[in-house]
């Protein structure tokens, strides 16, 4: 089993910036791709952003040039800086680790991000 668990969001003005962090633990071996995805309310849950070892980085259109994802993985974290953050960012994210297998994905408890006008 893998645990992740997210911290650092919260309430910020259209322009401003925050930085999540998402920490693993347990068997840890058992994932090398991390990530972020989100869920608005009413709306699926869908890819932020996701980093592995071997290919880097990888962001959904509307987020390139805003957000950045990156990992340590000395201390199994992952992180998404993001910048100038718009209305319609706002939403749940959750920390995302597929198992290497491909046998199930692991989710962290999900954090609050919300941007006002």
């Known amino acids: 089993q893998v645990q992740l668990v997210e911290s650092g969001g919260g309430l910020v003005q259209a322009g401003g910036s925050l930085r999540l962090s998402c920490t693993a633990s347990?068997?840890?071996?058992?994932?090398?791709?991390m990530g972020w995805y989100r869920q608005a309310p009413g709306k699926q849950r869908e890819l932020v952003a996701t980093?592995?070892?071997?290919?880097?980085?990888n962001y959904a259109d509307s987020v390139k040039d805003r957000f950045t994802i990156s990992r340590e993985n000395a201390k199994n974290s992952v992180y998404l800086q993001m910048n100038s953050l718009k209305p319609e960012d706002t939403a749940v994210y959750y920390c995302?680790?597929?198992?290497?297998?491909?046998?199930?994905?692991?989710w962290g408890q999900g954090t609050q991000v919300t941007v006002s006008s």
């Open positions: 347990g068997s840890v071996f058992r994932i090398n791709t």
């Open positions: 995302n680790a597929p198992d290497i297998l491909g046998t199930r994905q692991y």
């Open positions: 980093i592995t070892s071997r290919t880097g980085a």
